[in-house]
């Protein structure tokens, strides 16, 4: 029994930020029912990506498969049907369209007034963007990340991961599990919603409240903290330091290892705020230092000293990486198909349990096994898939 496995989780996400919400909960034992399309009805092999690709395969793991036709009113009966003996639904589609299926939140509370759904879009479920079609890179740029990544000068430039995407996926699935809690005192269900704009606002934290709390507008700094000296990117002799060192006790620190208690002296450098005011002085004296010895040799040396640093990797040399490795974030899954397939475990340890590895389901791979689970015989299959609604 692993922690949330009594839970039945109905999954109509597409693409990513649904999908890596439903992915948290599937990691964790919950009894998720991919729903597709039949294949007749969506013949471009659904939004996502190529099935058996990286993406595809990652974020659909611990999933059983189904088809069903929710535009036919026979396959949108069978899926109220299921709703009623589910706690879960989980959809992204544009705020419109679940209403325009009929399994918006006042319809699938008719059917059973436990169900929690959770509901993902691009804008928010009201407002005047709420009919806009959501990307990742759009939220970016609208709620401010890419206005502060990069180097100063250069221009916004998008984050290398789809940070909305994600956010707004771990954020919708922490609100479904405290409705969940919530449910045990109540009885009831609820309605979580967020959005890749809503989450994006939020992943900002204390670039957002500079603003809100004190007026400023945080602008580039590159691979400098925005309020913190010294912290970034410096050349070694034979590759690249990144050094998190802020505070005046970790300044101590770095003086010491790097020999320089007499260039430290510099009356610019004496406090936290005047090393940020003269950060150019004071990342110059650094890089004059540290470009005399190697990476690995830093890295040693100013961890030994109790200063946060490390190399910069490549994606190869992360999972080369010994400490990687010794926590096993590389995931082997046994797929039919494609053979073992190597994907990234969920981040989180629950001591004494382990996600299960369950790879991708093909589309309607689980068909006929999940809806007998809801009473739905062979007879009955066969007249669904006959009239297209399965």
Avoid at 342 to 350: D, G, H, I, K, Q
Avoid at 361 to 384: D, W
Wanted: proline share 7%; charged share 20%; net charge neutral.
């Amino acid at each position: 029994m692993l922690p949330l496995s009594r839970f039945t989780v109905l999954d109509l996400t597409r693409v990513r930020s649904g999908p890596t919400c439903v992915r948290q909960l599937a990691d964790w034992g919950a009894n998720v029912i991919k729903i597709e399309a039949p294949e007749r009805v969506d013949t471009g092999g659904g939004l996502g990506g190529d099935r058996h690709g990286p993406d595809f395969q990652h974020v659909h793991r611990n999933k059983r498969g189904i088809t069903l036709n929710l535009k036919h009113p026979d396959g949108l009966a069978l899926f109220r049907r299921m709703v009623a003996k589910a706690d879960v639904v989980v959809e992204n589609y544009r705020p419109d369209v679940k209403d325009r299926l009929g399994i918006g939140w006042e319809a699938l509370a008719a059917v059973n007034p436990r169900i929690v759904l959770g509901s993902i879009s691009g804008f928010g479920q009201h407002g005047p963007y709420a009919g806009r079609p959501g990307f990742d890179q759009i939220a970016q740029g609208m709620g401010g990340l890419m206005s502060v990544t990069g180097l100063p000068g250069g221009g916004p430039v998008r984050a290398g991961i789809p940070v909305a995407d994600l956010t707004a996926g771990l954020y919708c699935a922490l609100g479904i599990l405290v409705a969940l809690l919530e449910r045990e005192a109540t009885g009831k269900g609820r309605w979580v919603h967020t959005s890749l704009l809503e989450a994006m606002v939020a992943m900002m934290d204390f670039q957002a409240t500079r603003w809100t709390m004190a007026g400023e507008v945080p602008g580039q700094a590159g691979n400098d903290h925005p309020t913190t000296t010294p912290t970034g990117l410096f050349r070694t002799r034979d590759g690249i330091v990144n050094l998190a060192g802020g505070g005046a006790e970790m300044w101590r620190r770095i003086v010491g290892t790097l020999g320089i208690e007499e260039q430290a002296r510099d009356p610019d450098m004496a406090t936290d705020a005047l090393r940020s005011r003269h950060r150019v002085k004071v990342n110059a004296l650094l890089q004059s230092v540290l470009e005399t010895r190697t990476t690995a040799e830093w890295v040693a040396a100013l961890n030994a000293a109790g200063v946060p640093c490390g190399p910069v990797y490549s994606m190869d040399q992360v999972f080369a990486d010994e400490q990687v490795r010794h926590l096993g974030l590389a995931w082997p899954v046994p797929h039919p198909v494609l053979g073992e397939v190597t994907l990234v475990r969920s981040p989180m340890t629950l001591e004494g349990t382990a996600p299960p590895r369950r790879p991708t389901p093909e589309r309607g791979e689980h068909t006929a096994e999940v809806l007998a689970e809801f009473g739905v015989g062979a007879e009955e299959l066969a007249a669904l898939r006959a009239k297209g609604a399965a």
